[in-house]
């Protein structure tokens, strides 16, 4: 029976895998913002970027590194000498290896043997821990792989570098793993390697699993989760940061060091710098997250608010309302409202105030909405393009010139 961990650490990859998402980029200021709110909110990792992608990255990471976050700083490298030379430039305390380790991945990604994927991963561990920072080791594709190679990893590198390895991390790269599956692998890894490895799921989003395979991966025994704020990642995103918050807390009753007060500045400031909006019907933080129109909903939450409510909204800082509309069935809450305005009335005057309300809003025009939402889609389209093919082609066709007028 796997004794499951009561204390989560999180790892967030916001700054990594969030700003990977297709059409996402931060500057360098953005990048500094979110890093101290990240560590201000209580994440234990920060999962900064990739140093071997380019010297600007370095320097923001760098950067990092010096506002002297409580947070620990990491960064994701492959298992090659020249990203592990970069991440250690760039003054990362932890260092991501990632390897694919399914097979699919192996053979036709890297072109590798099994036998050569595990040479080459222990090699890089130990140019790392070399290097003095500690080793987390990613398996790409885990949720595709055999396990067993995953465990003869892990032992291989538990045996030359029992004091580095600081997380083993299984990602479901794809997103295609149930609940139920994670769980079971993790339990099964767990008891294949013992109590000494921290286990840690990073889980995308492609079925809408993300966060329930990563709340299912701690009931299986992991320590530690990864998670991105608002869900931002690659395509479809990665387990969000109060979905699985708010899991831990409420579902499993697991303790963490996040502030859940700060959750929805966290939510905004990544909205703001990732041109996204909040979804109004994403959990947590969503803007219809904890409000409320329905007739038959209303009257029984003015009864006892655990009615529809079994997440409280001040957990997050967050106040639950009314909305009068289409879908109001009672005449008790026109009177709550004026009521709450000092106004005293009674029933068949409410329901006569009621019936008005309903007659607006089944003749307003729906023109402003339809209108607004194509706008709408067309900026977020536009802020997600990406740079223009037309450019690309532009500028290759400039480099050529220059190059033969030299």
């Given at each position: ?126 140019q790392a821990a070399e290097l003095g920072m500690q080793i987390g080791i990613v ?268």
């Amino acid at each position: 029976m796997v004794q499951a961990s009561t204390k989560i650490d999180i790892i967030d990859c916001s700054l990594r895998d969030g700003e990977q998402s297709p059409g996402i980029w931060f500057d360098f200021d953005e990048k500094l913002a979110l890093a101290r709110a990240l560590s201000e909110a209580g994440v234990a990792v920060l999962d900064a970027g990739f140093p071997a992608s380019s010297s600007e990255e370095i320097e923001i990471i760098q950067a990092i590194a010096h506002e002297d976050l409580v947070a620990t700083l990491g960064a994701t490298a492959r298992p090659i000498h020249r990203d592990i030379v970069s991440a250690d430039k760039a003054h990362a305390e932890e260092v991501f290896l990632f390897m694919p380790t399914s097979n699919l991945r192996l053979n036709t990604t890297l072109g590798w043997s099994r036998e050569t994927a595990s040479d080459n991963l222990t090699q890089a561990a130990c140019q790392a821990a070399e290097l003095g920072m500690q080793i987390g080791i990613v398996f790409e594709d885990a949720t595709r792989a055999d396990p067993t190679y995953m465990i003869e990893l892990v032992n291989r590198l538990q045996q030359v570098l029992p004091e580095w390895i600081e997380h083993i991390i299984i990602a479901d790269s794809v997103g295609c793993s149930k609940p139920q599956s994670m769980q079971a692998l993790f339990q099964q890894l767990h008891q294949a390697c013992g109590s000494e490895v921290t286990w840690v799921p990073h889980c995308h989003n492609d079925f809408g699993l993300a966060s329930a395979n990563t709340l299912a991966a701690v009931q299986g025994g992991a320590q530690a989760v990864t998670t991105t704020v608002n869900g931002i990642g690659e395509r479809a995103g990665n387990a969000d940061l109060a979905e699985v918050v708010a899991g831990l807390t409420h579902l499993l009753n697991k303790s963490h060091n996040i502030n859940p007060q700060a959750l929805m500045d966290l939510s905004l400031l990544v909205a703001l710098i990732s041109g996204i909006p909040v979804h109004p019907l994403k959990p947590v933080v969503g803007h219809n997250a904890f409000r409320h129109e329905s007739g038959l909903h209303v009257d029984a939450m003015l009864k006892n608010h655990h009615s529809y409510e079994f997440l409280p909204a001040d957990w997050v800082g967050r106040k639950r309302e009314y909305v009068i509309g289409k879908h109001s069935g009672s005449s008790a809450l026109v009177q709550h409202f004026l009521e709450q305005k000092g106004e005293s009335l009674g029933r068949e005057i409410a329901e006569a105030v009621l019936q008005r309300i309903k007659h607006k809003r089944m003749s307003d025009s729906k023109a402003e909405h339809q209108a607004w939402f194509k706008t709408y889609q067309t900026t977020i389209q536009y802020l997600l393009a990406g740079v223009d093919e037309e450019f690309v082609a532009n500028q290759y066709q400039r480099l050529c010139d220059e190059k033969n007028l030299k």
